[in-house]
C-alpha cells in the first residue's frame, strides 16, 4: 500500500515557475516507478512525465519536454517535477502516481498506476 500526498501548487504568472512535490508512505518507495499526470476542467487525464525506480530515467509528454524535469530522492520517498516557462494551457490539478511495472513505453497511459494522490492545483494567469 503506497499513499501519495501532492503539494507546491498555487497560482503563477505565464513564464513564471513551480515545483511540485509528491510525498509518499511506506518503506518501497524505490519499487515503484513514478509518473506525473494532470487534469483540466472537461478534459481528459493527460500525461506529463514519468520516472524510473531508480531515476536513471525519464520520459516527458510532447506538450512539457524542455519545460518540465521530473527527479526523484528514494532517500525522503518523494518525486518532484519542476516546471519552468509555465504557460496558461498548463493549467490543471496535477496528479503523482506509483506503478510497480510501467516502463516509458507504458507510462503514458493510467493503467499501470496503482495508486494515486489527491491532486495539486496549478493555475497559469496569461
Known amino acids: 500500500q503506497v499513499q501519495l500526498v501532492e503539494s507546491g501548487g498555487g497560482l503563477v504568472q505565464a513564464g513564471g515557475s513551480l515545483r511540485l512535490s509528491c510525498a509518499a508512505s511506506g518503506r518501497t518507495f524505490s519499487s515503484y516507478a513514478m509518473g506525473w499526470f494532470r487534469q483540466a476542467p472537461g478534459k481528459e487525464r493527460e500525461f506529463v512525465a514519468w520516472i524510473s525506480r531508480g531515476g536513471g530515467s525519464t520520459y516527458y509528454g510532447d506538450s512539457v519536454k524542455d519545460r518540465f524535469t521530473i527527479s526523484r530522492d528514494n532517500t525522503k520517498s518523494s518525486v518532484y517535477l519542476q516546471m519552468n516557462s509555465l504557460k496558461p494551457e498548463d493549467t490543471a490539478v496535477y496528479y503523482c502516481?506509483?506503478?510497480?511495472?510501467?516502463?516509458?513505453?507504458?507510462?503514458?497511459?493510467?493503467?499501470?498506476?496503482?495508486?494515486w494522490g489527491q491532486g495539486t492545483q496549478v493555475t497559469v494567469s496569461s
Open positions: 502516481a506509483a506503478s510497480l511495472w510501467a516502463t516509458s513505453k507504458e507510462a503514458v497511459t493510467t493503467t499501470p498506476y496503482s495508486y
